[in-house]
């Protein structure tokens, strides 16, 4: 299983009973609950809610001071809470703040430390190894009421959804004359918070006896963290003066944390965005971050996507912030269970217990060093609790079998498209101030294009790319910007020379990658455009890396695909060369402010889809008929585990049809039926999917079935059966164990696997793995694979009628 479990909880569960036994009680339940994801092995550990982080800003060293915690549903801190003249009864918890019951208990610091002792002891005692315990710091207003931020220092605030609620990373406190644990006479004028903070949780997480301490809501990463906009981008403009100093300030953040707090790791939220993004709004340097700040994590997926719907910038954020990792450290999954201060648990309403969530970005990895697939390490649950401090059962019973078997079908190669991300390329140029537009917008159209159901899951560093065997990525299309460096460029001419497939997306500007690409410089286009075939498009250079100003040398052997058309003027949309596919791309927003709003589906033609589009040209399609062209497309991800192909996906309206194909031919889904229609298979869109293909069939039009048999003889592995097929050649893909014998027969029979196969077939293999190849099939077919063991036979035995 995972190497950490990490279970995220509040104080209120501890609430109804704060005596030892009663700490004990709670914390049973909540470990019988969950222990089947530690059962064999691995570390677990707590993370507690336990206020929004004052508790540790105002801690004076006394253990018995009582401490503010969350114990709200809703926001804690409301600037506008007495302004209606409505009885409060009348209005929502983004009105007026509630409590979770009607006389929460006080709680001291002690009773904290108490709480914290009881719990490691009862963890050990039944599993005999220790259990790690760690707090929380958030920046903002949500989680408990806090003097410090709101009263005490509001300068260390920035401006957030209009006001000023949000603590920024590398802001300077003014003095005052409170006494904290590192600061008896109080803060002297001018400290910076993150040597404030560092000093305070040095003492406080000792004190308590917390072994970590988690950074929440993008603390740490910038000073929006919750926008597209920063120091760098106001959402119209980039100001690439302000790139070195930012970038220099929340560097420095950093330092100071840890300079003062060496002796505890740091988890982080990171933000809901990109590493582009961050670097282009905020200047964030994700890189020396991981680099230079001792005992870090990575973030894990933003939970947003349960509230929005915007899968693209969940699975995008997680693939660019694990490009790179800090040395010698892996990165989390992160599932949004419960919310204990929103009155929701998104398991029950917000996915409607259906595991989306859990499918997809498990589906996510990345490539290390030498070409190895890397999943996630650790699984953190947002929250075991809810909004009543309740413990429900019915989450783990029915969560816990999707999240086990998810780890169990995880990647264990390259999904068939892999995001080369310019990490370090992208981090040199925001550190000089260059192409911040291109560092925006290559993420954005890399969001948009999985919004449209690019099935792309899996990353691979750029750095990583130049020293791997290239062996490890054959048989993938890489998808990359323009922005690459020249190393990159020559390394992925190589790999094209050995057959390998690219589609690189953007403005192409510098010598290299234009000449790889048979472009030259043209006069620029923006604003309203047609793409002939496709419909209107709109243009806007800063959103979208600049104007439209390259076309296709004269002499240029690349196919135009697609163009830009303005008046008269003409520009390629997107142009091929054999294995090279270059698509300029268009981020199809209306405006900027705090986020992306995009443009109407019904006026506008989203090029964010041609990605998919694409794809058609290297054997792999993923196209969709739409009843409503208003509605989303279905988001998809493609993992490969054990040699079989597993399609997970969200299908937000399930009147859309997918059109499925591979270069094997129309991938047939376990239990599924499916229309074989010229060449591909028509599937209805499901809500929620997790579907294994290891059947691939081409073959005259018809409707198909495949689903699994019971196999009833000894050394038999697995069976399926295939009905419908009409002339069809059928390809399969074994397992990679108990596979060593494999027949084809025209029904599903009991046979044994000594049996010769009704058809003869050819064993071949490609980049993902073995497969056999069975023609001209009609009727049923019925693959058998197994391998033989030695069986056992009681004596004989007459049976007298």
Known sequence: MWKTISLEITLKPFCFDMSDAGFEKTGLKLFRQWEPLWINGGDTQLMFWTG??????EYTGDLSDTMEYARYCGSANMWDEHTSDKPRETQTMHQVTRLFMEKPPVWTYADLKRLISV????????????????????????????????????????????????????????????????????????????????????IFLRDIDFDFIWFSNGFGFGTETWGVTGAVFDGEKFYPDNTRETGKKVFQFWNDFRKNCPDYPIETRGTNLTTGIDLASDAVPLREIYNDIKNIEAPPNSPWAALDHNFGLELAGMLSHIAELPPGKGYPFRLYT???????????????????????????????????????????????????????????????????????????QAGPLVWLYPFDEYHDHVAKGQRLEEVMFGDFQIIGAINEGLPLNTVVSTRNFNNMPLDKIAG???????????????????????GGKVLFYGPAHGEKIEQLLELEPAEPISGELEIPGCGKVRHTSVHSGGPIDRKLRKDAQAETLHEYVQGNVRRPAAARNGNIIWLRGTNSFKKVSRSAEYLPRTDYFFVEGMYRDLLNHFGWQFDFVKYDSAVLSPRITVRIHDNAFYYAGF???????????????????????????????????????????????????????????????????????????????????????????????????????????DYTFETTSDAFGVKYIVHNVTGELCVTWGARVKEYFPGDFSVKG
Not at 52 to 57: F, I, R, Y
Not at 163 to 172: E, Q
């Open 651 to 757: 299908g937000t309206n399930s009147t859309v049809v997918q059109h499925l194909s591979t270069p094997d031919g129309v991938p047939l889904f376990r239990g599924r039926d499916v229309i074989l229609e010229n060449g591909y298979g028509v599937y209805q869109t499901e809500k929620v999917s997790n579907l294994e293909a290891r059947i691939f069939v081409r073959g005259e039009n018809g409707v198909m079935q495949c689903r699994e048999m019971t196999h009833e003889n000894i050394g038999e592995n697995r069976r399926m059966q295939i009905s419908g097929l009409k002339n069809a050649t059928v390809t399969f893909r074994p397992t990679g164990t108990n596979a060593e014998t494999v027949i084809f027969t025209k029904n599903a029979r009991l046979h044994t696997i000594y049996e010769p196969s």
């Open 52 to 57: 929004d982080g004052s508790e540790l800003l």
């Open 338 to 412: 419960h919310d204990p201060w929103w009155l929701n648990s998104p398991w029950l309403d917000r996915y409607d217990r259906m595991p989306h969530d859990i499918y997809m970005p498990m589906a996510v990895s990345r490539l290390n060093a030498n070409g190895d697939t890397e999943n996630p390490s650790r699984l953190n649950l947002l929250s075991v609790d809810d909004t009543w401090g309740n413990l429900p059962d019915q989450v783990p019973q029915e969560a816990l079998p999707h999240l086990i078997d998810a780890y169990r079908t995880a990647p264990d």
């Open 119 to 202: 719990l490691k002891k009862t963890y050990r005692s039944r599993y005999g190894r220790d259990l790690k315990i760690g707090t929380t710091f958030d920046p903002g207003p949500e989680f408990a009421r806090s003097d410090f931020k709101y009263n005490r220092h509001p300068e260390i605030l920035s401006n957030m959804l209009g006001k000023k609620i949000f603590i920024f990373c590398y802001s300077v406190l003014n003095a005052d004359k409170y006494r904290y644990a590192a600061y008896p006479d109080g803060i002297p004028q001018g400290e910076s918070f993150g040597t404030f903070i560092g000093k305070q949780s040095q």
């Open 476 to 498: 993938r299309i890489l998808i990359t910007p323009t922005l690459v460096s020249d190393e990159t460029v020559d390394r992925l001419t190589a790999f094209v020379k050995q």
